[in-house]
């Protein structure tokens, strides 16, 4: 009996270690977070979100000749949703007729007027040249009559014979000139009814064009595809009330959306890295398990200035080498833009790297202990840093500040090193290690060579 209570107490004691052991000494190393520093070619990648647009689509004109007839702007009346696939010629959009209708109304009233001054025009030419005529035919009787006297008179005086001489070459000159001016007064009647029906004629032309206008005021589909609503310069998207001006008058587009590409702004601080040509990954937000190559195909020379932010940015468009029937304009994609690769380098995740005064360290795992150990970084990417000196390829350093961090201290590097990568030296003294909090943890900015 007293050999098995003795057993049971040795079963008791074994059991109590190995929970021990698993909740106080197992916990330690389980908050050691550690990585190994790796060498190799170090990607450096400028990451930035973009838009995918189709690399060349057909616009959907709204009515020609608005300048024409004066009409500078037009309202979207009506418009089918964003993203709706359509036929060859059918219906997209109708546009505000309130301006052309009234135009057209005050074209036909001044065609009216336009008519009846034709008219009265012609009647008054009618009436002018009819009497002029009749002036000519009464001075022909005269002129006829003036010869007759002349016969009469050759048994007369001839001081009398020579009087109706002088009155019958008066009559006949008179004559001449009558006929002369109604030569004259006939081709102005001819000008002046042409100058009126010219006025008529534009008017009514003008009429016809505004008519012809109106009718393409209802704006159908040129072809099959989704129609895409156009962008203001704003970037707001033209729907319904927004406002369609006469130089450009674009009402929708409709992509070719067999080649897409991603619009992206970069900002002034990385867009020197940025070249056309360069290599992309781009990865869509809704589908995150797709992931596309791409290649920058353009670069803004010019920033500018987007309504959410006060920095500038530069525009970057980056075509899509892959299709997929997924890939839909406005969708969120994700660039990766490869920018440089450093060859044969070290490096960590930025996770290890720690500030205090300016001196860049890290937690490095010697064996059982740990110690902070200064390092000189270079460039970085989202993940990972380069480690120009501090620490050897497959050295281990802790991603989390260890307990009592403050009482270690930190080994500085030698002089001819700092004065190498032109670093800052500092006094060899500990120093206390800055609280971080291992969700929040930002990389450090890379020391300039």
């Known amino acids: 009996m007293t050999r098995k209570k003795y057993i049971y107490v040795i079963a008791s004691l074994l059991g109590l270690a190995i929970i021990l052991y698993f909740f106080f000494g197992k916990n330690d190393k389980s908050e050691q977070v550690i990585a190994t520093v790796k060498k190799g070619n170090f990607p450096i990648e400028v990451t930035t979100t973009g838009e995918l647009v189709a690399k060349s689509s057909e616009k959907i004109y709204g009515p020609a000749g608005l300048r024409q007839i004066q009409i500078w702007q037009v309202k979207i009346q009506d418009i089918i949703p964003d993203g709706t696939v359509v036929d060859s010629g059918q219906y997209v959009a109708t546009l505000d007729r309130t301006e052309i209708s009234n135009k057209i109304k005050d074209e036909q009233t001044n065609l009216e007027k336009l008519e009846s001054q034709m008219t009265k025009t012609r009647l008054d030419t009618s009436l002018d040249l009819r009497s002029a005529r009749d002036e000519l035919i009464n001075l022909k009787f005269g002129l006829e009559e003036k010869k007759l006297t002349l016969e009469q008179s050759k048994y007369e005086p001839p001081a009398t014979i020579r009087q109706v001489e002088m009155d019958l070459e008066k009559s006949q000159r008179t004559l001449e000139q009558a ?11 001819v000008a002046t009814m042409q100058e009126v029906a010219a006025s008529y004629n534009q008017a009514q032309r003008k009429l016809e064009q505004m008519t012809d206008v109106l009718k393409q005021f209802n704006v159908l589909a040129p072809k099959a595809g989704m129609v895409i609503y156009k962008r203001n310069w704003d970037g707001n998207k033209m729907g319904i ?17 067999s080649e897409m ?17 360069q290599a992309v990954q781009v990865g869509i937000d809704a589908f995150p398990e797709k992931k596309f190559t791409g290649k920058v195909i353009e670069v803004a020379n010019i920033g500018e200035q987007l309504q959410s932010s006060n920095a500038k940015v530069y525009e970057v468009r980056i075509v899509v080498n892959e299709f997929d029937s997924i890939l839909r304009p406005a969708m969120t994609t994700k660039n990766k833009i490869l920018t440089n690769i450093v060859d044969s380098v070290l490096f ?29 970084v270079g460039q970085s990417n989202d993940n990972e840093i380069i480690v120009k000196a501090g620490l ?3 050295d281990e350093v802790l991603l989390v500040p260890p307990e009592k961090a403050d009482n270690l201290s930190l080994e500085l590097l030698p002089k001819e090193v700092v004065a190498k990568y032109k670093v800052k030296p500092v006094a060899a003294k500990p120093q206390k290690p800055p609280s971080r909090d291992p969700g929040k943890m930002q990389p450090p900015p890379p020391l300039k060579k």
Not at 262 to 270: G, H, L, R
Request: a positive charge; charged letters at 25%; aromatic letters at 10%.
């Open 392 to 394: 050897n390829e497959k």
């Open 179 to 189: 006929e002369k001016n109604y030569k004259l007064r006939y081709q102005k009647s």
């Open 261 to 277: 590409m991603s619009k992206t702004y970069i900002n002034e601080i990385d867009i020197s890295k940025v070249k056309v040509g």
């Open 241 to 257: 009330g927004a406002t369609m001006n006469a130089w450009e008058n674009v009402v929708a587009e409709l992509p070719d959306l």
């Open 348 to 376: 960590i995740p930025i996770e290890a790297i720690f500030n205090n005064d300016s001196v860049a360290f890290v937690y490095k795992k010697d064996g059982g202990s740990v110690t902070r150990q200064q390092v000189i």
